[in-house]
């Protein structure tokens, strides 16, 4: 199970232009490709969409996610809510009336 959701995480991950790590543990963790305060927009984002992920503290892993390696179910609402908060996490970290990709 966690062999088959380590490997649906990083399928998600690479949909969305992000890169997994390797893991040998039940997380997989998410480079999101920015900085650490990019990464806790995301992180915020997905708690609001009631989606827990945790973060690493200390610079420059704080530029990652951590997510648990889950059953299907809780696999689909991950993959569901991530666009949304990548697109509200890049929009708050643009300034106003900047081009936005």
Do not use: Q, W, Y
């Not at 790590?21 to 999101?32: G, K, M, R, Y």
């Not at 503290?57 to 951590?66: K, T, Y």
Request: with cysteine; net charge negative; proline share 6%.
């Amino acid at each position: 199970r966690v062999a088959h959701a380590g490997a649906t995480l990083g399928g998600i991950a690479d949909e969305h232009g992000l890169a997994a790590l390797p893991s040998a543990t039940n997380f997989v963790t998410i480079d999101c490709g920015r900085d650490g305060a990019f990464a806790r927009l995301i992180l915020a984002e997905l708690l609001e969409r009631d989606i827990f992920v945790r973060m690493p503290g200390a610079a420059p892993l704080d530029r990652c996610i951590r997510v648990s390696c889950s059953d299907d179910t809780d696999l689909a609402v991950f993959r569901a809510a991530l666009p949304a908060a990548l697109e509200a996490a890049h929009s708050k970290m643009s300034p106003p009336g900047a081009c936005k990709v």
